[in-house]
């Protein structure tokens, strides 16, 4: 399927729901109250016509977002439904990681592939101020029991100056350790983004040049989504960069 500009579409983002179990300071205001309207989210057979109809026209690959797609009640059943009725392989979400550790094999066995687990910071009280109130000890039992399962992880990190850009070299050594996509994204200056100062990824990568040798810058696939790759020798995993603010991808889109 291509668009109007020429592109191959083959992913498809689908947005389940609104609400959130986090309010993360650079996404929703302090008094944000998460409340579920079931008028303005799609029912589980529209989503279904939704994905049965794209698979159809080219779509190969489904991540589904929210708000936080686990508090979706439905989210096992759609991700069944695109894997063993559309034939839909590449199957991934995009999460907190509250409480994915629990249904975890549950998502794996209904056709999950991956898993892109939002993570700014590798400290307990860091983690717990940046998401006002969240509980860092869960997130990584999540993480753990995805690679247990061969669930594929992804890690996104917004750098944020002053708050955790002295955690660079820690988020780096997980790639270095697991088998693990680390990604650094660019704070994107809308909303309650404004009220920070995000670090551009130029600066991350000086920091990793200047603590690591043997850097492999890797070329970017047009078809594999936004983040840009570097692989560092021995690294069981990759660290990867989406930077909407310093280098703009939307021409590469593919979604």
């Keep these: 399927m291509k668009d109007g500009f020429n592109r191959d579409i083959d992913c498809l983002n689908i947005s389940l729901t609104n609400i959130c179990d986090l309010k993360c300071t650079y996404c ?12 303005r989210v799609l029912s589980v057979d529209d989503y279904k016509f939704i ?7 080219g779509i190969k690959k489904i991540k589904f977002t929210g708000g936080e797609p686990l508090l979706y009640p439905h989210l096992i059943e759609l991700i069944k439904y695109a894997h063993y009725e559309c034939n839909i392989d590449d199957i991934s979400i995009t999460t907190n990681g509250i409480g994915l550790n629990e249904i975890a094999y549950e998502l794996k066995r209904s056709g999950l592939k991956s898993v892109n687990i939002s993570l700014d910071s590798l400290k307990s009280y860091k983690y717990k101020s940046i998401t006002r ?19 594929k992880v992804k890690i996104n990190c917004v750098v944020i100056k002053r708050f955790n850009d002295d955690e660079v070299y820690d988020f780096i050594e997980m790639a270095n350790y697991y088998p693990i996509d680390v990604r650094f994204i660019e704070l994107m200056p809308i909303g309650e983004g404004k009220k920070h100062q995000g670090t551009s990824n130029e600066e991350v990568l000086n920091i990793i040049e200047k603590n690591f040798e043997n ?17 560092v020798e021995d690294f069981k995993g990759s660290v990867g960069f989406i930077s909407p603010i310093s280098s703009c991808f939307c021409e590469e889109c593919n979604r």
């Design 28 to 39: 929703m205001p302090y008094n944000y109250k998460p409340t579920y309207n079931t008028s």
């Design 51 to 57: 994905i049965n109809g794209l698979s159809q026209v």
């Design 133 to 151: 109130g969240g509980n860092l000890t869960d997130v990584l039992k999540s993480i753990n029991r995805c690679l247990e399962l061969g669930i």
């Design 215 to 231: 850097i492999q810058i890797l070329k970017r696939n047009k078809r594999s989504g936004p983040a840009h790759y570097i692989r």
